[in-house]
């Protein structure tokens, strides 16, 4: 009981955030290259998690965070309707992240192994 009520004690703020290590990434215009095909996209970052759907850009989906490390995150994820997704983003610096997503969009499998560099402004 008593563990209980120190546990309820604790503030929220001193919890740590969710996702910080996305956080950390620097904001502005980055550039993905799939390794498979060697194509690019260009991805404005706000706030890092816009790595985490690329194949689902709509709002609205149900995230499930697997791992949450200081250098890596994993993240499967629920769009009703559109399909889901399983992404894992490794970072190496603040200017540079490698990612691997898998899942189905709107009916057919997708697969994407790239790398993500910081660009500049967006």
Same mark, same amino acid.
């Given at each position: 009981m008593l563990s209980a009520v120190l546990l309820a004690a604790v503030p929220a703020a001193a919890q740590a955030p969710e996702?910080?290590?996305?956080? #950390?990434?620097?904001?502005?215009?980055? #550039?993905?290259?799939?390794?498979?095909?060697? #194509? *690019?996209?260009?991805?404005c970052l706000r706030n890092g998690q816009e790595l985490i759907q690329l194949q689902h850009r709509q709002p609205g989906c149900n995230r499930f965070v697997v791992e949450d490390g200081a250098d890596h995150v994993v993240v499967q994820y629920t769009c009703r309707g559109s399909g889901y997704g399983r992404t894992t983003i490794r970072r190496e610096s603040p200017r540079?992240?490698?990612?691997? *997503? *898998?899942?189905?969009?709107?009916? *057919?499998?997708? #697969?994407?192994?790239g790398e993500a560099r910081f660009q500049g402004r967006c």
């Open positions: 996702l910080a290590m996305l956080g #950390s990434l620097e904001k502005g215009g980055w #550039s993905l290259r799939v390794r498979d095909d060697g #194509s *690019t996209q260009q991805i540079l992240v490698q990612i691997q *997503t *898998t899942g189905i969009a709107n009916g *057919t499998p997708f #697969s994407l192994n």
